[in-house]
């Protein structure tokens, strides 16, 4: 084993080697096999390439083990194997790099979400990484490199992993986009800083760019740490050529970016995607002639390196009515209206216009319920807002978004007056018209509840100040019947956690579960509005419906049986029944929540607004409405 400090300390460039991935994609390894279990499959392969770029001139090699964590290789049905492959990544770079290069066991993302943007704790993130830190070990590395994160807090946790299982050099490395941020909006310079603070020896910037971004990007982040830093940039950015996708940069470019980057202090250069020995041969050039800056030259502008301090949120009461209905304890009612198929919303706007008469105080505007394609739930809370003038609850799911779109959006619903969110994950698009559709998924309605209680702090998800916070009313889904009652509580906790203000349970049938539900609430102390979802039934068929092909929705022998009574009889008694049904459900289970979400089924307002006089004193209620109309 090498000593790397050594190397650190002698103040001169070094180089890393290239791609991996390129080079096995090249020899016809094609991108849908495991590349990490060619070190066990194909081990002269792996071994070849290696030795490809010691003989180009790298100093430094990376381990085939970037995705050889747990979670990784489950995908491939490989979990049970990550000992063992990244022992042999470690032996077969160690056999490759003989007495004088250097071998850097490389650890990537787990390619799933942690605290708080996902449902994976932060104990066992870093129990997934001091796995695989312990087998690289044991495989003989010189070094770590944690390479391509975008998550502040997932390096975080793989730092802390990683020296849970070695006191061995650790190299940091995260991706930037174009603008010199990571996907979750943190400069450069709070980079730089938190890798050293958390114990990094060499901190720096690896794939997703160019070498031109990435220069751009070396003064505040050398101005920020007084570590040694790295920057591997891709050979350029990917382009589509004859259906393939091509690095289009030549060696001779990347090597003269590489003397760049060292003239301004870079310490170690290397290769990411795109990158072959052919490039590395050519940086190898640039690092024998050329000697580090003295010292790192100083930005005029440099961020705040230690994040903005978060804002108060806005009082509950002043961000909506609704809000200010939840803070004072008062009864909310609502109903729930599908968007439209089409691009015309008349029909649809023509229902609400009958709930506000009726003194309604939301409209619950769904978010593609069943992957089915409708107009977006945002544009249509927008028209009810601005046509009807009655607020809107609007679902947003986590299906159709990437963590970049859920910002955008909700900055632009802020600016658009939007307010009462009720956050959910989504169903999946298989259940749809279109099940080959991508569900992104980037985070789940956890992580979405801890994003938009960032921003409510006037934070976006990097730590960066926004401005004016903004002043959503955060509301999440739960349910009550589900099938592993345990682990929907535990999720629920976590929403609570995380900032959610009120939940809105899936339709109840079986007032017994909402009962059990209420009662372990009140037992864990937990001081939270909900509001209970309710569905006239209007036949047994769309009793069976529900229960079968509506995900979290369950019907009780009970209630299927009285609706299979009465739509054996005529359709007008399978309706009359199922709004009896609605309205007992909505009369038993009135002392145990703050309000009710009905369902308006095939969008017919009038029944839904029928459940309501369940409500005492609901008439009452109809008639001062319209008479103040």
Request: aromatic share 6%.
């Amino acid at each position: 084993m090498r000593d790397f400090r050594r190397l650190l300390a002698d103040g001169r460039p070094h180089l890393f080697d290239g791609a991996m991935g390129t080079m096995l994609y090249a020899k016809g390894v094609y991108i849908n096999r495991c590349y990490d279990e060619l070190s066990l499959t194909q081990p002269d392969l792996v071994r070849d390439i290696h030795r490809a770029y010691v003989k180009a001139g790298a100093e430094i090699l990376e381990t085939n083990s970037y995705g050889a964590n747990r979670p990784k290789l489950a995908r491939h049905g490989l979990d049970d194997r990550v000992r063992e492959m990244n022992v042999a990544a470690a032996q077969i770079a160690r056999s490759a790099a003989g007495d004088r290069v250097y071998v850097a066991g490389a650890i990537g993302p787990l390619g799933l979400r942690i605290e708080p943007y996902g449902p994976t704790a932060r104990e066992e993130a870093r129990g997934f990484f001091r796995e695989q830190a312990e087998a690289l070990v044991e495989g003989g590395v010189d070094l770590f490199i944690l390479e391509t994160f975008a998550d502040l807090e997932e390096i975080h946790q793989a730092i802390l992993g990683v020296r849970e299982a070695s006191e061995l050099p650790i190299v940091a490395q995260m991706v930037i986009r174009e603008d010199g941020t990571t996907a979750f909006g943190s400069d450069v310079a709070l980079l730089a800083e938190r890798l050293g603070e958390w114990g990094a020896e060499v901190v720096g910037l690896n794939c997703s760019v160019g070498p031109s971004a990435m220069l751009s990007a070396a003064d505040r982040l050398m101005a920020a740490t007084s570590r040694p830093v790295v920057m591997q940039p891709n050979a350029g950015l990917p382009r589509q050529v004859d259906g393939r996708t091509m690095y289009m940069a030549s060696p001779e470019y990347m090597a003269s970016y590489a003397a760049r980057m060292i003239r301004k202090g870079v310490r170690l250069i290397g290769g990411c995607c795109g990158t072959t020995p052919e490039h590395v041969a050519a940086m190898a050039g640039a690092v024998r002639m050329l000697s580090p800056a003295a010292e790192p030259r100083v930005v005029v502008s440099e961020p705040d390196s230690e994040g903005a301090a978060p804002r108060d949120p806005v009082p509950l009461p002043e961000r909506s009515a609704w809000g200010r209905k939840l803070a004072a304890g008062e009864f909310l009612t609502t109903v729930e209206i599908v968007p439209p198929r089409g691009s015309n919303p008349e029909v649809m706007l023509d229902g609400v216009r009958l709930l506000k008469q009726a003194g309604v105080d939301g409209v619950n505007v769904p978010d593609g319920p069943r992957a089915q394609s409708r107009m977006g739930a945002l544009a249509t809370a927008i028209l009810i807002q601005q046509q009807v003038g009655i607020e809107a609850v609007v679902h947003y799911c986590c299906r159709d978004r990437n963590l970049l779109g859920m910002l955008s959006d909700l900055l632009g619903a802020q600016a658009l007056g939007l307010r009462n969110l009720l956050l959910i994950t989504g169903d999946p698009p298989k259940m749809g018209p279109y099940p080959d559709a991508t569900a992104v998924f980037d985070i789940d309605a956890i992580g979405l509840t801890n994003l938009v209680s960032r921003l409510n702090r006037g934070l976006d998800p990097g730590g960066n100040a926004l401005g004016e916070p903004t002043s959503f009313v955060v509301g999440v889904g739960v349910n009550p019947g589900a099938e592993d009652f345990e682990h929907e509580m535990r999720r629920f906790y976590w929403k609570v956690e995380a900032g959610a203000e009120y939940a809105i349970t899936q339709p109840v049938f079986d007032l017994r579960q909402l009962e059990a539900f209420v009662e372990r609430i009140e037992k864990d102390g937990l001081k939270i509005p909900v509001i209970a979802g309710v569905w006239p039934l209007v036949s047994a068929r769309n009793a069976e419906f529900l229960a079968n092909e509506v995900p979290g929705v369950v019907v009780s022998d009970e209630v299927m049986a009285r609706m299979r009574r009465a739509s054996a009889e005529s359709k007008e008694r399978g309706v009359e029944e199922g709004t009896l049904i609605a309205q007992e459900m909505l009369a038993a289970a009135l002392p145990m929540i703050q309000g009710v979400q009905v369902s308006a089924p095939f969008g017919k307002v009038p029944l839904a607004l029928r459940v309501f006089d369940a409500i005492p004193g609901w008439a009452a209620h109809e008639e001062a409405v319209a008479g103040a109309a």
